[in-house]
């Protein structure tokens, strides 16, 4: 048995390695979305990925970079950070001006931050669509060759079991120090840059109007 569990442990795949899926949401877990699910695209690329919008992933848009307009996000991070503080700054730009460019190319760009809602529900994100989207936007960063502080990590959330709402986030993990931070676009506008906290942090209740 200890045996079959090692091998077991061994197998799973570094998080870079994984697909990235859509939060199911357990009241919605039906063939409906299963169907939708199939449509994301687990490995981004510039030329290719997936989107979350319009409220819990109600809506998957495809979306891609024109060579320019990645030139820009290239740009942010050169030349490289010369340390973890500084390229989580470049993190916060490059986020913020990935969520600009497909705002504008599928209406997104009318979010409005938390979930303040002004009617509809089209081109809104909550932060099931922002951990996700962000998670999305950091692995492009990722398999570009654009971080040499930092790597990817897991969506986390935060809820009930701590007394609080249920919330969802995006992470990265300083290399050096070990130490894992929340990427939270959630509390923004669209366009406007991710809160960037040590995770323990966040799930103590972190919001940006109480520290």
């Given amino acids: 048995m200890l045996g079959s569990f090692l091998l077991s442990a061994c197998a799973i795949k570094p998080y870079s390695e994984q697909a990235i899926t859509p939060i199911r949401l357990n009241s919605n877990v039906h063939e409906a979305w299963d169907t939708t699910f199939r449509s994301f695209v687990g490995f981004p690329t510039p030329e290719l990925f997936s989107v979350c919008h319009d409220l819990s992933c ?15 996000v290239e740009a942010i991070f050169n030349p490289a950070a010369t340390s973890a ?6 993190i916060k730009q490059a986020i913020a001006l990935l969520e600009n460019i497909v705002g504008k190319q599928i209406g997104t760009d009318v979010d409005h931050a938390e979930n303040h809602l ?10 099931i669509d922002e951990a ?31 007394g609080q709402a249920p919330h969802n986030t995006a992470t990265i993990i300083d290399i050096a120090q070990k130490q894992r931070y929340a990427v939270d676009a959630w509390f923004g ?12 942090d966040w799930y103590q209740g972190w919001r940006p109007d109480k520290n």
């Fill in 85 to 90: 503080e500084m390229e989580r700054q470049q």
């Fill in 189 to 200: 506008a669209n366009g406007e840059p991710p809160a960037i906290i040590y995770l323990s």
């Fill in 58 to 72: 109600h809506s998957i848009s495809q979306v891609h970079f024109s060579t320019q307009q990645w030139q820009r």
């Fill in 118 to 127: 002004t009617g509809s529900r089209q081109g809104q994100l909550d932060c």
């Fill in 132 to 162: 996700t989207n962000t998670s999305v936007y950091l692995r492009l960063i990722e398999t570009e060759n654009l971080l040499s502080w930092h790597q990817t990590a897991s969506r986390t959330s935060r809820g009930p079991l701590s």
